[in-house]
């Protein structure tokens, strides 16, 4: 797995194991990532193993925590989507959990259950939500924002 990981990823060989790469898989598993979910995000995501633990990992993971998150629940979020702890506070997380919790009136914890909620951009966010609270119209995160345009006007449009 080494081998294909660096072959896929060559970057990743310029940062020190020992000063960037251990102590990001390290943080990782202790906020409760499993083994599995620590090589699906060093496969998928490993930009997020080349940062650094204290300047950015940790300032995001408390900025999470101090939204609501429970351990378990940051867990279930990094592990489903690990760019969340490299995601800046002020551009991506904080307006679209303000948007969550404001704007649709959802709970925190719903994102504990489609972690995918950070990929998707506010324009989305905002249309979708609107045509929701026009028809009046109550899904789950993952129902309003994990398909295709289409299909979501379908299931849930006029």
């Known amino acids: 797995m080494v081998g294909r990981f660096v072959a896929k990823h060559p970057f990743v060989t310029r940062y020190s194991v020992e000063k960037r790469l251990r102590p990001a898989c390290d943080f990782l598993r202790s906020l409760g990532l499993t083994d599995p979910q620590l090589q699906r995000a060093a496969m998928n995501f490993p930009e997020v193993l080349c940062r650094d633990v204290n300047r950015v990992?940790?300032?995001?993971?408390?900025?999470?925590?101090?939204?609501?998150?429970?351990?378990?629940?940051?867990?279930?979020?990094?592990?489903?989507?690990?760019?969340?702890?490299?995601?800046?506070?002020?551009?991506?997380?904080?307006?679209?959990?303000?948007?969550?919790?404001?704007?649709?009136?959802?709970?925190?914890?719903?994102?504990?259950?489609?972690?995918?909620?950070?990929?998707?951009?506010?324009?989305?966010?905002?249309?979708?939500?609107?045509?929701?609270?026009?028809?009046?119209?109550?899904?789950?995160?993952?129902?309003?924002?994990?398909c295709k345009h289409k299909r979501f006007l379908l299931k849930f449009g006029a």
């Open 57 to 146: 990992l940790r300032p995001n993971v408390m900025y999470l925590e101090s939204c609501g998150f429970s351990s378990t629940q940051l867990a279930a979020v990094v592990g489903g989507y690990p760019l969340v702890i490299i995601n800046s506070v002020g551009k991506l997380l904080r307006p679209r959990i303000k948007f969550l919790k404001e704007a649709m009136g959802r709970n925190i914890a719903e994102i504990a259950d489609y972690p995918g909620f950070f990929r998707h951009d506010m324009r989305r966010l905002k249309s979708r939500q609107k045509l929701l609270t026009q028809n009046s119209v109550e899904c789950s995160l993952s129902e309003m924002l994990d």
